[in-house]
């Protein structure tokens, strides 16, 4: 038996199985392609995100295949510019904030991570037929295979099609966005001068165009109904298309594709010991680039508490995946369509009003909009302001090494002490630290002390000082557990971790489970 099976093998998917396989356990993944997918779906993520591909080892080698932009625009037919976000260098979470990328180089790292792991098994071809849940775990049916394959949990990352979302006979609440597009995808094979991030709102033809890193360029086409597809797709009508951007000269039509982009969240993501993830999951509109990144978020999420519970932890941790992941994907959901109900409006008058509008309104503020979401949802985080939002990360020393918090001090649960004063956990509560695998550390003033971290960036300075707390509890997936105000008030910080993860039952031995 497994500790967990994967179902689906795209970036979520991968993910999934690389947070688990790293954390010690034993992995089955059953894709139903014979290979990967090897063409682009997503395009964009962000800062967050590209703090887990670290986390996984992989920043270093993606960044020379991506390209980090800066704005967002949006224009009207005319080429008035109406909205425009703008992305920081360096953002909140050490990283550029958004990252455009070719999805094949991305599942071409995780793939060799996923499969660097002697504890992960990936089996492609192997499409899941049936599941049913056991008093231990859940077998699982594989076209072709008259042996089940058994797991202690399963994580469904099967898309918007999910056939495990489909068996269990979870419905979806569709938020009302469903708009047919086409999507066409190049390749570069010389210089042209082609907006990195824009969407343009044009009633007579919505169109959006992004890159996808330093060597492809993707256009999308709204279509009238889904039947104009099988017409518009025609190579020279595509051309026709792009033909005030690119030439044939200038790339190649690798793919011409057409998507329904939807707006739907499962009723129930979990279901016994089957969860789901992603697409199967969530499905939103690509106004914001934040679909792929859901999902990576989804992982994180469910990684570190699967991780908990298959090492005795009580299950009903799990619960509190839905609880907080949901909140934050509809609010999501929300402003991609918003933002969609913007670039796909096609009554010229109301276009009209809208472009005014919007002119008038970006005029008022004076500068770009940011991107900003919200925080998790009740479940495992304390009653602070600051619980439930991302911690952000910063450039510390420690020792003579100097870096990005993760990859000077490593992961998992942290406590970050504000030790600028001299202030020091007691050895009581260091102890407990310690009993939970929390890695505690202590903010200190170079010109104090050569112990602790130097915060070389003013980045945890700056947290402290503005939220006036005194320590704070992150998670593996970077979210804020919690803070103390004064660090008496820390054990009790620690104790409500203590009562999510701590076993209830001996753990079965993690990373060596009996595989069929």
């Not at 500068?367 to 979401?373: A, N, S, V």
């Amino acid at each position: 038996m497994y500790d967990v099976a994967v179902i689906g093998y795209g970036p979520v998917g991968m993910v999934t199985a690389a947070l688990l396989g790293r954390a010690g356990h034993d992995v089955i993944v059953l894709e139903r392609y014979p290979t990967l997918y090897n063409l682009p779906r997503a395009a964009i993520f962000d800062d967050e995100t590209m703090r887990t591909f670290d986390l996984l080892g992989i920043s270093h080698d993606l960044l020379p295949t991506v390209h980090a932009q800066r704005n967002y625009e949006w224009r009207n037919g005319a080429g008035e510019l109406l909205i425009e976000h703008d992305f920081a260098a360096v953002g909140g979470q050490g990283w550029a904030e958004w990252y455009m990328m070719y999805q094949p180089y991305l599942e071409d790292a995780l793939d060799g991570l996923v499969r660097g792991l002697g504890n992960v098994e990936v089996r492609m071809d192997s499409r899941v037929t049936g599941l049913r849940t056991t008093h231990h775990g859940v077998d699982i049916e594989v076209a072709g295979d008259d042996t089940a394959v058994s797991a202690r949990y399963v994580v469904a990352c099967d898309g918007g099609n999910s056939f495990t979302r489909s068996w269990l006979g979870i419905g979806q609440e569709d938020h009302g966005f469903s708009e047919p597009w086409m999507v066409c995808d190049f390749r570069l094979t010389g210089a042209a001068d082609i907006p990195k991030a824009r969407q343009v709102c044009d009633p007579k033809q919505p169109v959006s165009i992004i890159s996808l890193g330093p060597r492809h360029h993707r256009f999308s086409f709204m279509l009238d109904s889904e039947d104009a597809f099988s017409v518009e797709r025609e190579p020279d009508r595509v051309w026709a298309r792009v033909a005030a951007y690119v030439d044939r000269g200038q790339a190649d039509l690798i793919r011409v594709a057409t998507y329904t982009f939807r707006s739907l969240v499962a009723e129930r993501w979990r279901s016994g010991r089957i969860l789901l993830a992603g697409d199967a999951a969530h499905q939103m509109p690509p106004f914001l680039g934040q679909g792929m990144c859901s999902g990576i978020r989804d992982a994180q999420n469910l990684a570190f508490k699967l991780d908990a519970v298959l090492r005795g932890a009580d299950d009903a941790l799990l619960d509190t995946y839905q609880s907080e992941r949901e909140p934050h994907v509809r609010a999501i959901i929300a402003k991609g369509i918003e933002l969609g109900r913007v670039q796909t409006m096609r009554d010229p008058v109301a276009a009209a009003e809208r472009d005014a509008r919007l002119i008038a309104l970006r005029e008022a503020n004076g500068r770009p909009e940011k991107m900003r979401f919200p925080g998790l949802g009740p479940g495992l985080r304390d009653e602070s302001p600051q619980a439930g939002h991302l911690m952000p990360q910063g450039r510390v020393e420690s020792h003579g090494t100097a870096g990005l918090f993760d990859e000077v001090l490593g992961r998992g649960f942290v406590l970050l002490v504000d030790g600028r004063g001299g202030a020091a956990l007691d050895a009581s509560t260091a102890e407990l630290a310690a009993r939970l695998g929390v890695a505690v550390h202590h903010l200190t003033d170079r010109r104090l002390t050569t112990e602790g971290i130097t915060d070389v960036g003013g980045v945890y300075g700056r947290w402290f000082d503005d939220t006036d707390r005194a320590a704070v509890l992150w998670r593996p997936d970077f979210y804020i557990l919690g803070t103390a105000g004064v660090l008496s008030d820390v054990p009790a910080l620690l104790k409500t971790l203590a009562n999510a993860v701590e076993p209830v039952q001996a753990p079965a031995t993690v990373g060596e489970g009996t595989r069929p």
